[in-house]
């Protein structure tokens, strides 16, 4: 991202002045090509609604009380206090509800408008709803949502997942959702809409 913005402002400079800029079809054709890539790679992850009290900590360990339009980004770590909730929304058509008494941490963060995306949570306490209405098809995609004791994989769903200090309950309402242990590659179940499974320790 940074050698984009460099790459551009270097373009704009190299043009001079808006007559030569109308002279170069081949540089404003360049300065289009560099735009596109910088607005199609996104880390576009942001609050949308607060319930009581949520607190976000940065990857400095500094705190802050959780406000919606508040742009979210790697190492942050979202924690929802008693009666308290926070729904967060992930690109374009993803929505996570974080429930009362929770944290899940952003371990991850490349969300690209086309083109490979990679989104990895960690929840760490409590329970989050997902509603990941984008279909991840690209065979590079990933969504990943980790537990203590599972891992769930995500191609497009709607489902819950709820971690204690007995295991991991899932439940998938729609779409698909691949579980497995986090030390294993073969997947302990395939949910489809209305399965569930509890994952113990």
Same mark, same amino acid.
């Given at each position: 991202?940074?050698?984009?913005?460099?790459?551009?402002?270097?373009?704009?400079?190299?043009?001079?002045?808006?007559?030569?800029?109308?002279?170069?079809? $081949?540089?404003?054709?360049?300065?289009?090509?560099?735009? &596109?890539?910088?607005?199609?790679?996104?880390?576009?992850?942001r609050i949308e609604k607060v319930t009581g009290d949520v607190?976000?900590?940065?990857?400095?360990?500094?705190?802050?009380?959780?406000?919606?339009? +508040? +742009?979210?980004?790697? =190492?942050?770590?979202?924690?929802?206090?008693?009666?308290?909730?926070?729904?967060?929304?992930?690109?374009?058509?993803?929505?996570?509800?974080?429930?009362?008494?929770?944290?899940?941490?952003?371990?991850?963060?490349?969300?690209?408008?086309?083109?490979?995306?990679?989104?990895?949570?960690?929840?760490?306490?409590?329970?989050? &709803?997902?509603?990941?209405?984008?279909?991840?098809? &690209?065979?590079?995609?990933?969504?990943?949502?980790?537990?203590?004791?599972?891992?769930i994989g995500i191609r497009g769903t709607v489902f819950t997942?709820?971690?204690?200090?007995?295991?991991?309950?899932?439940?998938?309402?729609?779409?698909?959702?691949?579980?497995?242990?986090?030390?294993? =590659?073969? $997947?302990?179940?395939?949910?489809?809409?209305?399965? &569930?499974?509890?994952? =113990?320790?």
């Amino acid at each position: 991202m940074f050698n984009l913005a460099i790459n551009l402002l270097f373009l704009l400079f190299s043009l001079g002045n808006k007559s030569l800029a109308n002279q170069c079809p $081949p540089e404003k054709n360049a300065i289009t090509d560099l735009l &596109h890539k910088i607005n199609s790679t996104t880390n576009t992850v942001r609050i949308e609604k607060v319930t009581g009290d949520v607190r976000i900590v940065r990857a400095d360990q500094n705190s802050t009380r959780a406000t919606p339009k +508040m +742009m979210l980004t790697k =190492k942050d770590e979202i924690i929802t206090g008693d009666k308290s909730s926070v729904e967060i929304i992930v690109g374009e058509k993803n929505r996570i509800r974080l429930k009362p008494n929770s944290r899940i941490l952003i371990q991850e963060l490349m969300y690209r408008i086309k083109g490979p995306r990679t989104i990895r949570l960690y929840l760490t306490e409590g329970s989050a &709803h997902f509603e990941i209405m984008e279909p991840w098809i &690209h065979k590079k995609d990933e969504f990943q949502v980790k537990t203590i004791t599972s891992v769930i994989g995500i191609r497009g769903t709607v489902f819950t997942v709820e971690t204690s200090p007995k295991g991991t309950y899932v439940e998938c309402f729609s779409g698909k959702v691949f579980v497995r242990r986090p030390n294993q =590659k073969k $997947p302990l179940k395939i949910l489809n809409g209305g399965d &569930h499974i509890f994952v =113990k320790m």
